[in-house]
């Protein structure tokens, strides 16, 4: 609120004090009166300016020597030209409390505020125990922590912090002295820091405060308990008619309490007394019993019994539900009352007993009382669409039909709704997918909802075209959205979920090949061309470097690259195996190591030895023939060996094969390649 004061001087601290009273007993005097305070504005009386400042600020820091602190400008009213603050928005500000002064440029206006820094902790509480008692007998309540006193005394809360006005107030309302009703009732405790002492007027909260929760029950002296006597059933005299039930035949309930007072209530609207005894007669059917016991510490406790009255009426009674109705309205409801009609029902076993009919779907009104704030009543104001009521009919003996009636409210002039898809979506396969497309755990989440609006309450919005399983092929897919109203008018608007295939395919090579040379070109290297993998179908592999499976490969080492690319243009990804054809120096000095790792005699080992190190010689000496000789030489060794034992046929017959191989590269034999 913005005052004009005129004839006070600049710079005077007007104060204004309120104070509240009631004729309730009030345990916290010190929150009762309230005083703020404002500077009159600087400037000659009759000033155009009139300034209103931001209400003071409180901030925490844990830094001793201030923070920086950001406020609103104050607002002007009048001819204020430039409003200044000083200190500015956003100056550190000490710890403590800092009068910020605010005035313009010209009309003389003039205002202040405060900005209190504060470098403690926050206030901390600890409630009291929590206190638990039992009440005296027959008594609904208790002082705590002795319910034989004359007040409750439920302790003091413990705090840390400075400033600190400390209340606590019951959920229950009363005074924290008072006596506490059965059951538990919870005390809030709560510390309030102020930026002063909390009983001075000129101190106002900093924001800050703790709160903790302390509980107290009171159990009563004995648990009320009631039994309920046993179930009855008698016949009815005339098989339709009401049975007479003597207060014998019927009991009474078993109470363990003497103070306790019993009341019965039946399910029919009959009467059930016995003081003095009234005991109405039973319908055919059956009736419930409630009997409830109330004592005087306020415990109730209750139980049921069933009286069943058995007949000759074996037929439910017959039952003619009212025409349906259709009408029209130009808003979006309808008054329909006396226009829905009465309906009928007859007993045909019974036809003298009376047969009640009762309704639901009726719409609904709250209509709370003090006895039942929660009721509703029959509104009979019907919206657009469709409502079906249903008819019960039943008879004495409580057997029940039921009809319905179709109450259908058109809207006309017809007025479709409104509807707005979400907008398109684009979805990933992403890498490591192994299916063409993506599946949506949560469709809401991740394709939105559409938003629908309608001139009467209550469209619904349907969505189609979801594929099974909620799995969104890569491609495009197209989801319908339809908003519809009660009376059948609809609007539909489209989305487009596109999902891109971004998942590159995957391709294995074989291991890498070593061959022996096995004619002067090379040798032959056979394997199974790699295929490559994709989460969808289509993906092409082909051979990008290297020869073909089945090809001479040359001496030495040759590398080979098979290349995957997708359906959806993801790739090339390759992979490469290399293949090695040894020179026949090199397999000439593995059969060296052979025989030097091999289990042969020192004789037998120097014997192969000397051949292979003289062929191996004329090899690199230019020298065919002598490699040739030795060679063949070596074989014709190997063979005595392996015929006197000395070697085994696999071990031997593997040297013999390299030995040949090495000669039909160098053109001892001329065999075809290998």
Same mark, same amino acid.
């Given at each position: ?260 007072? @019993? ?11 016995f003081n003095p005894t009234v005991i109405d007669p039973f319908p055919v059917g059956t009736t419930t019993i409630t009997w409830t016991a109330q ?111 179709? @109450? ?14 979400p907008n398109d979506v684009t979805l990933f396969t992403g890498p490591g997918a192994s299916s063409c497309g993506v599946t949506v755990a949560n ?182 023939? @002598? ?48």
């Open positions: 609120m913005v005052y004009q004061v005129d004839s006070v001087p600049a710079g005077t601290l007007i104060s204004n004090t309120a104070s509240v009273s009631s004729t309730t007993q009030e345990n916290h005097l010190e929150d009762n009166t309230s005083t703020d305070s404002t500077t009159v504005a600087s400037g000659s009386p009759g000033g155009d300016c009139v300034l209103d400042c931001p209400n003071d600020i409180v901030v925490t820091t844990t830094n001793p020597s201030g923070t920086a602190v950001t406020f609103g400008s104050a607002e002007g009213f009048g001819s204020c030209g430039t409003i200044t603050a000083s200190p500015q928005s956003g100056s550190v500000f000490p710890v403590g409390t800092t009068t910020v002064q605010v005035s313009s440029s010209t009309g003389g206006g003039f205002c202040s505020f405060k900005v209190t820094v504060l470098n403690t902790p926050a206030p901390t509480i600890t409630c009291p125990a929590n206190i638990t008692v039992t009440a005296n007998a027959g008594q609904a309540s208790a002082f705590v922590p002795d319910p034989n006193g004359s007040s409750s005394n439920v302790g003091t809360p413990t705090t840390t912090g400075s400033n600190l006005l400390v209340t606590g107030t019951r959920d229950d309302g009363s005074a924290l002295d008072a006596a506490y009703g059965l059951g538990e009732t919870i005390i809030t405790w709560t510390a309030t820091e102020f930026n002063g002492d909390p009983n001075d007027p000129q101190s106002q909260p900093t924001g800050r405060a703790a709160s903790c929760i302390q509980r107290i029950t009171v159990n009563p002296n004995q648990v009320l308990l009631i039994t309920c006597p046993a179930n009855v059933t008698v016949p009815s005299p005339t098989g339709c008619d009401p049975a007479t039930v003597t207060a014998q035949q019927l009991g009474f309930p078993t109470v363990n309490s003497q103070t306790a007072t @019993v009341t019965a209530v039946r399910s029919d609207g009959g009467q059930v007394s004592d005087t510490d306020g415990q109730t406790r209750s139980c049921t019994q069933t009286v069943t009255v058995t007949g000759s009426d074996t037929t439910p009674p017959s039952l003619t539900a009212p025409p349906n109705i259709s009408v029209t309205t130009s808003t979006c409801s309808v008054l329909l009352d006396d226009e829905l009609g009465v309906a009928t029902a007859e007993d045909p076993d019974c036809g003298g007993s009376a047969v009640s009919i009762s309704r639901t779907g009726i719409p609904q009104v709250a209509c709370p009382t003090p006895q039942n704030p929660n009721q509703t009543c029959d509104s009979f104001v019907f919206p657009t669409g469709t409502t079906i009521i249903t008819y019960t009919a039943t008879n004495s003996s409580g057997l029940t039909s039921t009809a319905t009636q179709t @109450v259908t409210v058109t809207e006309d002039p017809a007025i479709p709704p409104t509807i707005t898809a469709l809401d989440t991740t394709l939105g909802t559409a938003t629908a609006s309608d001139n009467c309450p209550g469209v619904v919005v349907t969505r189609t075209g979801v594929p099974s399983g909620n799995v969104f092929p890569v491609g495009t897919t197209t989801i319908t959205y339809r908003a519809t109203d009660k009376s059948g008018n609809f609007a539909e608007d489209t989305q487009v979920v596109t999902v891109v295939d971004n998942t590159p395919p995957a391709i294995s090579c074989p291991a890498n090949i070593t061959l022996e040379p096995t004619c002067p070109t090379g040798a032959i290297a056979t394997w199974t061309p790699p295929v490559g993998t994709d989460n969808c179908p289509g993906a092409t592999t082909t051979r990008t470097a290297g020869p073909a499976p089945g090809s001479v490969f040359p001496i030495g080492t040759t590398t080979v690259t098979y290349s995957v690319t997708d359906a959806h243009n993801n790739g090339p990804v390759s992979c490469s195996f290399t293949v090695t054809v040894l020179t026949p120096q090199q397999v000439i000095q593995n059969l060296i190591n052979a025989v030097n790792a091999s289990s042969l005699t020192g004789t037998q080992k120097n014997g192969l030895l000397a051949k292979l190190n003289a062929a191996l010689s004329g090899i690199n000496g230019g020298q065919q023939n @002598v490699a040739c000789n030795k060679l063949a030489e070596f074989v014709n060794s190997v063979g005595v060996l392996i015929n006197n034992g000395s070697l085994s046929s696999a071990t031997g017959n593997a040297w013999i094969n390299s030995a040949n191989h090495v000669r039909n590269t160098i053109g001892c034999t001329n065999l075809p390649c290998s």
